[in-house]
């Protein structure tokens, strides 16, 4: 099992930015693609982020790419999202998530995930 854990968020105002990091225990995550979501109030959890786990190829929802940068650290068994430029629709709990290990296929759906974290809030104000 992995247990991933959610931490950086906050409060920030339009334009500015935000690190989140996931730190994964239980298991290595070199083996797993890892992707990041969000959910606002009212809406369904929507795809932000993933890393894949061979090549480290990023993919990026159109609403983030240019302003928000996945990465990982293997040695530290942790992701991050770099979040820049900021705007009140970013607003969401934001969560970490794996899939199982080996996938060559980076889903963009959150039931493709087995793991996941509680979540981190951001907010950001206009």
């Known amino acids: 099992q992995v247990q991933l854990v959610e931490s950086g968020g906050g409060l920030v105002q339009t334009g500015g930015s935000l690190r989140l990091s996931c730190a994964a225990s239980g298991r290595t995550i070199t083996s797993y693609t890892m992707g990041w979501f969000r959910q606002a109030p009212g809406k369904e959890r929507e795809f932000v982020a993933a890393i894949s786990w061979r090549s480290s190829t990023t993919h990026y929802a159109d609403s983030v790419k240019g302003r928000f940068t996945i990465s990982r650290d293997n040695a530290k068994n942790t992701v991050y999202l770099q979040m820049n430029g900021l705007k009140p629709e970013d607003t969401a709990v934001y969560y970490c998530?794996?899939?199982?290990?080996?996938?060559?296929?980076?889903?963009?759906?959150?039931?493709?995930?087995?793991?996941w974290g509680q979540g981190t809030q951001v907010t950001v104000s206009s």
């Open positions: 998530a794996g899939d199982a290990p080996y996938s060559d296929y980076v889903s963009f759906q959150p039931l493709s995930y087995d793991y």
